[in-house]
């Protein structure tokens, strides 16, 4: 069962941080530079980075079970479970706060696209704040798999 856990570990990782970097590296700009729609390409990537967000809670909560199930009273001395934890936050505060911002603002903005609104500057500054944390993630969740074998340990 040890070894089932573990393997499940790294592929947790994997999916988590792999998926990251796809949608927002590869997906998203493949969207915005192959569909002439840039408001439908934005639609698409949404859902997409909402799909890697959820599948990056489950796998937070795996990988914290799982860590704190296997250092017991030493995990506040893992490193490996402070960058899940970090990650997990920041990707919680993107997913119940700066995405449903964001989605009400183009709600307000409503018959006109978000971008030809006096909400503009509002969606852009969230946008950017978005993009900085995204980036943030996915520079941890490289350090994640880098160190992965300590959270074994």
Do not use: C
Request: glycine residues 10%; hydrophobic residues 60%; positive net charge.
């Amino acid at each position: 069962m040890r070894k089932l856990s573990e393997a499940l570990y790294f592929t947790t990782i994997t999916l988590w941080v792999g998926g990251m970097w796809a949608i927002g590296y590869l997906a998203a700009p493949v969207l915005f530079a192959s569909l002439g729609d840039r408001q439908l390409a934005g639609m698409v990537a949404g859902k997409l980075f909402a799909w890697v967000g959820w599948v990056g809670l489950g796998s937070a909560a795996y990988l914290l079970i799982f860590l704190i199930a296997r250092r017991g009273g030493q995990i506040f001395k893992s490193a490996v479970f402070w960058l899940v934890l970090l990650m997990a936050l920041m990707l919680a505060a993107s997913q119940f706060g700066i995405q449903p911002l964001m989605a009400q603002l183009k709600a307000d903005a409503l018959p006109r696209e978000v971008m030809e609104s006096v909400l503009r500057d509002r969606f852009a500054a969230w946008h950017g704040i978005s993009s900085i944390l995204y980036l943030v993630q996915s520079l941890l969740g490289l350090w994640l798999v880098v160190w992965a074998n300590r959270g074994l340990k």
